[in-house]
């Protein structure tokens, strides 16, 4: 049973900065896109950084210039570099990772950013 696993959200200040993890277990082969998605209280989930498996990042608006994202194929994770956090960025964030035919999610991490 394939599983992913997040890591590294926590409580920081503005302007400081997180890392994220998420390590897939388990029997999973041919992951394609790898992406990282968070959910604010009250608010729908949406789409913070994807990354091919050819290691091309897209990076939504809010987060461009001060998140990164990046890949190890080798042990089926993914991570998420989170500079010049602000109060907007809380919020409980999941990976996602797509193979053919189906999809995996984390149970999220969160990250509050105190202004």
């Known amino acids: 049973q394939v599983q992913l696993v997040e890591s590294g959200g926590g409580l920081v200040q503005a302007g400081g900065s997180l890392s994220l993890s998420c390590a897939a277990s388990?029997?999973?082969?041919?992951?394609?896109?790898m992406t990282w998605y968070r959910q604010a209280p009250g608010k729908q989930r949406e789409l913070v950084a994807g990354?091919?498996?050819?290691?091309?990042?897209t990076y939504a608006d809010s987060v461009k210039g001060r998140f990164t994202i990046s890949r190890d194929n080798a042990k089926n994770m993914v991570f998420l570099q989170m500079n010049r956090l602000k109060p907007d960025d809380t919020g409980v964030y999941y990976c996602?990772?797509?193979?053919?035919?189906?999809?995996?999610w984390g149970q999220g991490t969160q990250v509050t950013v105190s202004s």
């Open positions: 990354i091919t498996n050819g290691g091309r990042p």
């Open positions: 996602k990772m797509l193979v053919p035919g189906t999809e995996y």
């Open positions: 388990g029997s999973i082969a041919r992951i394609g896109v």
